[in-house]
């Protein structure tokens, strides 16, 4: 079967740094995305990780070890903002082509 | 604001109406998705086109019908809906279905049914 696990709630302080971690078991990877998505709004794209490692954008970081079916997205300077969904998605292959798996998501509480 | 736009944002109907959900993109993508989305649960996916052909359902009951008219528009023809398919129904395009490539999401349409 396909999985992804992912905590379900963090609770963090305004300028704190948080890791969001994620295990994944799915019979393709083609790679692990991160997708914000704040109450009422769109999913939106934070960044993507084919091969191990550690890629930064801003803020935000994503690593990922395949070796061990392992990735994680790490927020610094957390703001305010930050407050939402995080959904990691593994992009697999099926039978009719590539499509993007989603775990469940993690909700992050950023307090004052 | 995103640039891919659905509409409409709310649609309420009953379970003999027939609806059509729309989105639009003009990024020049040629992968485009619809996901339903339950409250607190992430984004589900139902059909991904390729280069306007299906190339995906996930098993997706009749009742919803896709369709994918050109390269910017994705049409959702719903008929005979059950109160279950009450959701969030999200539109997302891609360049193409490689991996590196990322999915960006329209606002959605909030569907009802009574």
């Known amino acids: 079967g396909q999985s992804l696990e992912q905590p379900s709630e963090v609770t963090a302080v305004e300028g704190a740094i948080v890791q969001i971690n994620c295990t994944y078991q799915?019979?393709?990877?083609?790679?692990l995305s991160w997708y914000q998505q704040h109450d009422g709004g769109a999913p939106t794209f934070l960044s993507y990780?084919?091969?191990?490692g550690l890629e930064e954008t801003g803020r935000f970081s994503s690593f990922l070890s395949r070796s061990d079916s392992y990735g994680y997205l790490l927020l610094q300077e957390l703001q305010m903002k930050d407050s939402a969904s995080y959904f990691c998605a593994v992009r697999d292959r099926g039978t009719g082509g590539f499509k993007t798996i989603f775990g469940a998501g993690t909700r992050l509480f950023v307090k004052a | 604001d995103t640039e891919v736009t659905q509409t409409p944002k709310h649609l309420v109907m009953g379970m003999t109406n027939k609806k059509s959900l729309k989105c639009e993109q003009h990024?020049?993508?040629?992968?485009m998705y619809w996901y339903k989305q339950k409250a607190k649960k992430p984004p589900e996916l139902m059909f991904v086109y390729s280069y306007e052909k299906l190339s995906i359902n996930e098993s997706v009951p009749s009742r919803f019908s896709p369709e994918c008219p050109n390269s910017s528009l994705l049409n959702l023809h719903l008929h005979a809906l059950q109160p279950e398919d009450s959701a969030l129904y999200l539109c997302?395009?891609?360049?193409?279905?490689?991996?590196?490539?990322?999915?960006?999401f329209g606002d959605g349409t909030r569907l009802s049914i009574l």
């Open positions: 990024m020049g993508h040629r992968a």
């Open positions: 799915t019979s393709g990877f083609y790679g």
């Open positions: 997302a395009s891609s360049q193409d279905l490689a991996g590196r490539q990322p999915q960006h």
């Open positions: 990780n084919a091969l191990d």
